[in-house]
């Protein structure tokens, strides 16, 4: 919806982040988020929605961003809405752009 090509312009209003955010709630559920986008991961691999080298891709990643939990260096940035977002921004920033594939046919709905 927001921008180019979308209706909107311009970003959201800071106090609709703030708002809407939920990060400062739902961080201590880090390792439930990774156990699922695991599990999801192996299971879009075994329906062919993505191949096995893109599943072993993204839980190699997710392993790296759950060390990064554990060990308590996780950044949380701006932006991150809440723990889906916030895991699934650093794992593309770890693997590039196969991460995004970890939301293929997923809503954040499901993973809640």
Do not use: C
Request: glycine letters at 12%.
């Amino acid at each position: 919806l927001f921008g180019a090509g979308g209706r909107f312009k311009g970003g959201t209003d800071p106090i609709m982040e703030k708002f809407n955010e939920s990060i400062s709630f739902d961080k201590r559920m880090w390792k439930q988020d990774i156990d699922g986008s695991v599990a999801y991961a192996m299971a879009i691999a075994k329906s062919g929605i993505i191949t096995q080298s893109e599943s072993d891709l993204l839980i190699e990643g997710l392993e790296k961003v759950r060390a990064e939990w554990a060990n308590g260096t996780f950044q949380i940035k701006p932006g991150d809405e809440d723990i889906h977002t916030a895991n699934e921004r650093r794992l593309t920033e770890i693997i590039g752009p196969t991460g995004g594939k970890l939301h293929t046919g997923r809503s954040r709905n499901d993973q809640v």
